[in-house]
């Protein structure tokens, strides 16, 4: 059974930093490209970023350039989102999100998801 | 500019059918899309990839009930013998070379 699951969401300052991870399990992690995509309160889905599966390739939305880093660990079958120099708009839930076709890059949709994690940006 | 288009409420009676539209814009009539359901408080859950032929591919576990189609631009999710657990927020997604695109979504009520 494929799970994701979330963590490290939080309540942060402007302008601080949180690292989002995503574990996963029921699938080779390392054989499929990811995707971050949030959700601000009562919003709808907003892509934020996605990864090859080798970690190799990776694009990001123009709203987080710069400020977001995607990454994955293989080994640990976990995906990351370091998220910095964050802004009250930043805040949102965050899901990590699984590419449903082997191998394939870019990540073009999704057949699993996770709960997410909620980060709430507030001095 | 790759958009997609839906409308922001749906309803319908137990039992009955409702059908959803999503619209891509000028210029992006042969994409496919995803259409994704997210209930209240719950991530969003995969239901199918739909091509522009009206082929589809269903995620795991999703019921007949649950069909799409295609007509041009539009990109259809048809919910038939509505369920009470069918009451909640529809998105399609799209995607080019290295983004996302998603729709508003449709807040679906069954009566």
């Known amino acids: 059974e494929v799970q994701l699951l979330e963590s490290g969401g939080g309540l942060v300052q402007p302008g601080g930093s949180l690292r989002l991870s995503c574990a996963a399990s029921g699938f080779i992690f390392g054989n499929y490209a990811m995707t971050w995509v949030r959700q601000a309160p009562g919003k709808g889905l907003e892509w934020v970023s996605s990864?090859?599966?080798?970690?190799?390739?990776?694009y990001y939305a123009d709203s987080v350039k710069g400020r977001f880093t995607i990454s994955r660990d293989n080994s640990k079958s976990t995906l990351y989102l370091q998220v910095s120099s964050l802004r009250a708009e930043d805040t949102a839930v965050y899901y990590c999100?699984?590419?449903?076709?082997?191998?394939?890059?870019?990540?073009?949709?999704?057949?699993?998801w996770g709960q997410g994690t909620l980060v709430t940006v507030s001095s | 500019q790759l958009v997609l288009t839906q409308s922001p409420s749906a309803s319908a009676s137990l039992g009955a059918s409702v059908k959803l539209t999503c619209t891509l814009s000028s210029g992006h009539s042969s994409y496919a899309i995803a259409w994704y359901q997210q209930q209240p408080e719950k991530g969003p859950r995969y239901l199918m990839k739909l091509n522009s032929d009206g082929s589809d591919i269903k995620g795991d576990g999703i019921p007949d009930r649950f069909s799409g189609s295609s007509s041009g631009a539009e990109r259809y999710l048809t919910i038939s013998s509505l369920q009470s657990e069918d009451e909640a927020d529809y998105y399609c997604?799209?995607?080019?070379?290295?983004?996302?695109?998603f729709g508003g979504g449709t807040k679906v009520t069954v009566l």
């Open positions: 997604q799209t995607w080019d070379t290295g983004f996302w695109v």
């Open positions: 999100a699984k590419e449903r076709i082997i191998r394939q890059w870019p990540h073009i949709y999704s057949d699993y």
């Open positions: 990864i090859s599966g080798s970690g190799d390739g990776t």
